[in-house]
């Protein structure tokens, strides 16, 4: 019953979604959308898509080569190093790039200087248009792909890449031929999460002035001010998300291979030199300075430079730090309940799992519209404590999902003797749920709060559409600064947000680090 509670209260914002967007009438709004906007924002989700797979694989797959099996200056620092890109929002990022690539930004300003030059005499990337969006996402979502492909990497026994080269095959040829095809599922569900936050993301598309069908979602809301025009859209993406769901699974069916010997043999690094070794490690530390290092420092430079009275930011930080503590506490509730259900597997267990991965996969202003059909069907009005308990349950809904995994993975650990002795002692299923894998699972609890608590934080769609009056969180100020040009008063609030991020992405390195026991360095 508990999972089954769970499932529905994950489940309904979706289910209001999808009723709005099949039976609502249409209105004008829908009209003008369908006839001259729907085109371009889904050819613009779809351009922005594909972009930022290829950027993402570009990026991640060969880094995650690099620093798994080679050994080179700086190899160790630059495997915690390339994950810290996860902490910062896309939104952040498509700020910090703006502000430094900008006509006025630093960047064009040394060119400038050093050349001689005016700005109508050279040409140079324009951060403001689809590619720059594919760019900015790129950077912040590659690390999903890295964190797979590494891992898979790491997994691999080395047997089949040691035959591989005692046939005569170079690294190349191993990589390619071997160590490539038996990582591509892990690597496709690594893409097919990147892919999907791409598709959800709304602050960075609508900062930089890409059409995508999250930014024409919170438009036909804001602007139009029809709910069911944007529902209908939102249909749209649902569908566009549970092709690229499905694309994933059957590539995963379909590809890898499996490990042959049952014997097991560490990884053994081979040790780079001369410009071999240079060119490993500079190609990280650009990677590294292009994602995190260069955006995130012009964001102290400007915090630094501007002052703290220049954004008063504290109102902000204390509604974020209960909105988001809120919706973390509503989601490890819910999680938990999943997880515990999850030793029965039950149907019901297996619809509260299947929820709470469909919830972490619909964008929030999605989740946000499903919100307000339930809240447009009871006597009340988005305001006050409504508006609170809404993005609180938005917010489970989105991130139950990424609370379960730690706690599912404390209680995996545990030994399948302890369900068996507590069952063979006459313990009910609920007694054996609350005394024996209750505590195991909460030794996982710290770090799933976090990653909830962090989720929240970050989120902006959803807190724009149900916030209530005059309640902004950091996300919304450093949005509301930055739509307002006031780039270096959105420096602190968006540093804030990444400096929150940086506590879960540093436990998740460490975590990944430990995962395979004794490996040297």
């Known amino acids: 019953m ?38 371009r924002y889904l050819g613009g989700t779809l351009s922005v898509l594909a972009l930022t797979g290829a950027l993402c694989l570009l990026f991640a797959v060969p880094s995650a080569w690099l620093v798994t099996m080679f050994r080179f200056p700086g190899r160790a620092v630059f495997e915690w190093l390339l994950i810290l890109p996860l902490a910062a929002p896309g939104y952040v990022l498509a700020y910090a790039w703006a502000d430094l690539a900008g006509v006025g930004g630093p960047v064009q300003s040394a060119l400038r200087e050093a050349t001689g030059w005016s700005a109508r005499d050279y040409w140079f990337p324009d951060i403001n248009s689809l590619p720059g969006l594919a760019f900015v996402l790129a950077c912040t979502l590659y690390p999903y792909v890295y964190l797979t492909a590494r891992s898979a990497f790491v997994s691999q026994s080395v047997c089949a890449l040691e035959a591989a080269r005692s046939l005569g095959a170079g690294p190349g040829r191993s990589f390619w031929s071997v160590a490539l095809p038996a990582a591509r599922p892990a690597i496709a569900a690594g893409l097919a999460l990147a892919l999907m936050e791409a598709a959800a993301d709304y602050g960075a598309a609508e900062f930089l002035g890409v059409p995508t069908l999250t930014f024409g979602i919170v438009r036909a809301w804001k602007s139009f001010g029809e709910p069911a025009a944007a529902a209908r859209l939102a249909f749209v993406l649902i569908g566009l998300i549970a092709v690229l769901i499905v694309t994933e699974r059957w590539g995963r069916g379909r590809a890898g291979s499996q490990q042959s010997s049952i014997r097991w043999r560490h990884v053994s690094r081979t040790q780079l030199t001369g410009l071999s070794a240079i060119g490993a490690s500079v190609s990280c530390l650009v990677l590294f300075l292009a994602a ?5 420092g012009r964001l102290v430079w400007r915090s630094v430079e501007t002052g703290p009275g220049a954004a008063p930011i504290w109102d902000a930080l204390g509604n974020s730090i209960i909105l988001a503590g809120s919706g973390a506490v509503f989601a490890f509730i819910l999680a938990l309940m999943i997880v515990l259900a999850a030793r029965a597997k039950g149907p019901a267990a297996f619809f509260a799992r299947a929820s709470a991965i469909s919830g972490y996969s619909i964008p929030g202003a999605v989740l946000a519209l499903g919100a307000l059909a339930i809240i447009g069907l009871l006597p009340l009005t988005l305001s006050g404590g409504v508006a609170l308990i809404a993005l609180a349950w938005v917010y489970a809904a989105r991130f139950t999902a990424a609370g379960t995994e730690p706690m599912a993975a404390a209680l995996a650990r545990a030994p399948a003797s302890l369900s068996h002795a507590a069952r063979s002692l006459g313990a009910s299923p609920s007694r054996q749920a609350f005394e024996v894998d209750l505590p195991i699972a909460l030794s996982g609890a710290a770090v799933a709060a976090l990653i909830l608590f962090v989720e929240a934080l970050k989120e902006l769609p959803a807190t ?36 929150a991020g940086l506590v879960p992405v540093i436990l998740l390195s460490w975590q990944l680090s430990r995962s395979r026991p004794g490996e040297t360095q």
């Open 464 to 499: 724009l559409m149900l916030r209530p009056f005059n309640w902004d969180t950091l996300s919304v100020r450093a949005y509301a600064y930055a739509s307002d040009e006031r780039l270096a008063a959105a420096a602190l609030p968006s540093l804030l947000i990444t400096l």
């Open 292 to 296: 995190f290092g260069l955006p995130v």
């Open 2 to 39: 508990p999972a089954l509670v769970a499932g529905i209260v994950i489940a309904v914002p979706v289910v209001m979604v999808l009723l709005a967007g099949l039976f609502d009438g249409a209105g004008d709004a829908w009209t003008h959308i369908r006839e001259t906007l729907l085109l």
